[in-house]
């Protein structure tokens, strides 16, 4: 049996919020990782993805459970492992030899032997002859390996990885992940084990030997997959794509989750995705275009969206009627046929009639401005109560969204300059 490299028990992160309460990030997450592993973690924007790989750099502590590594509980930061980061994190009036040995600043070492160790991983990650150069005179990829390298020269057991080739256009990250697979692969680093964020389900399937899936508020473990295909992978296989396909059916079922609230705002409020209307309408009208059930995964891959993007527009149609997905296809439903082939003015109705029936946050809305005799409130004052459901930056999200659904809806007007909600045709017959 492998050795168990990292384990996480019972793990739980909660941050505190104005007005005394607090929201849960992460519950109860449990998770071995062994020697030789290479595991991606997915899951939707804002789960807790990054707050995890921190708990387990040890950046961040957890509000509950304990981190192993080695078998012995971690204080403080964990020596064992290296970080690279999506937006590379260099320092910019450093060289790249000089950003390289900062990996290699709090070890006990001759300065000699931190040059020979960083010029050979700067060989390593195929940038010799930069050594001299600083990161503006680098493309993003460059920068990228510059990140990599300084974490490979701490010889870390554990790599971590957040989302490390997002910021790249496509093929530097295809190159970039093809010569990160080769060192792990050849064994060319004495890393154990590699722990990935990513949201590109195929970046998962293709690189890592085990997919962790997390559900959102707060963030838990749903799936844990096994991917043992050797490498190099095909991704045209259908074992491959059948998997890709399979996470993805899992990452969008719609699973109804509410934030708890202590006293009299006890009543949950389902958080909405923060999708436009403009992007909702293009999507349903695409997918009754293409006729019956489009698989999923094709047609991001088609639209060259990445999960992050896709994956609430899906939840969107889901969360409104107008979609069901079923094993990695998507499928309109007779609602949704109806609205993409609707006027815009019947469209109008039946996004209208869907989000009155399916949105209840949208209710606590209407049910104000009704309920004011001015039919009129303060964007702020919704900003406040969402605020202690989601946190402030969350509730400005959820905001701006509700304010796009319920204007194109028409059941209520934003005033942008006055920063008001109101009921328009309340407003017309005081005016009278
Ligand atoms: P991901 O990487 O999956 O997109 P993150 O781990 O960055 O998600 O964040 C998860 C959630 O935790 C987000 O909703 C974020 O707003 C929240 N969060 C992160 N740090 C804090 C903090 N210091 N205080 C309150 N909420 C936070
Ligand atoms: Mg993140």
Avoid at 87 to 98: I, K, R
Avoid at 165 to 186: G, H, I, P, Q, Y
Avoid at 224 to 239: A, G, L, Y
């Amino acid at each position: 049996m492998e050795k168990k490299l990292i384990e996480l028990q019972q793990i739980s992160k909660r941050y505190d919020l104005p007005s005394q309460s607090n929201v849960t990030i992460l519950e109860d997450v449990n998770l071995c990782i062994k020697e030789g592993e290479f595991v991606s973690i997915l899951g939707p924007s804002g789960s807790g993805k990054s707050t995890l790989l921190r708990i387990i750099a040890g950046l961040v502590s957890p509000s509950q459970g304990a981190i192993l590594y080695n078998g012995k509980s971690i204080v403080g930061t964990n020596p064992g492992v290296g970080m690279v980061f999506q937006s590379f994190a260099l320092f910019p009036w450093l060289t790249v030899l000089e950003n390289v040995k900062l990996g290699l600043e709090n070890r006990p070492l001759r300065e000699e032997e931190k040059l020979r160790r960083a010029l050979s991983v700067i060989d390593m990650v195929g940038l010799d002859g930069f050594e001299g150069a600083y990161p503006k005179e680098l493309s993003g990829g460059m920068r990228q390996r510059v990140g990599i390298g300084r974490a490979l020269v701490m010889e870390p057991d554990i790599l971590l990885m957040d989302e490390p080739f997002s910021a790249l256009d496509v093929l530097t990250a295809e190159n970039l992940k093809r010569d990160m697979l080769e060192l792990w692969t050849e064994k060319k680093i004495p890393t154990k084990s590699i722990i990935m964020v990513t949201h590109s389900i195929e970046e998962a399937v293709y690189m890592s030997d085990r997919a962790i899936v997390l559900s959102r508020d707060p963030a838990r473990v749903i799936s844990d997959i096994q991917i043992q295909m050797p490498h190099w992978r095909d991704k045209q296989e259908p074992q491959f794509t059948a998997l890709v396909d399979r996470i993805y059916s899992i990452l969008t079922k719609r699973e109804i989750k509410a934030v708890e609230l202590p006293g009299e705002l006890k009543k949950k409020i389902e958080k909405i995705p923060e999708v436009r209307t403009g992007a909702l309408t293009g999507f349903i009208e695409l997918i009754d275009d293409l006729g019956n059930q489009v698989d999923l995964y094709k047609l991001a891959d088609q639209l060259s969206l990445n999960l992050e993007d896709f994956l609430p527009i899906v939840e969107t149609a889901q969360l409104l009627g107008f979609a069901t997905i079923l094993q990695g296809d998507i499928d309109l439903t007779d609602k949704g046929h109806q609205f993409a082939e609707a006027s815009v003015l019947q469209r109008k109705e039946i996004f209208k009639d869907q989000v009155q029936l399916h949105v209840r946050i949208m209710e606590k809305i209407m049910w104000t401005l009704h309920s004011k005799s001015n039919n009129k409130m303060d964007r702020e004052f919704f900003v406040e109560i969402f605020e202690k459901h989601f946190g402030t930056e969350e509730a400005i999200h959820q905001l701006d969204t509700l304010i796009d659904w319920g204007r194109y809806a028409e059941l209520f007007a934003y005033d942008e300059k006055a920063k008001v909600l109101y009921l328009e045709h309340e407003i017309a017959e005081t005016a009278q």
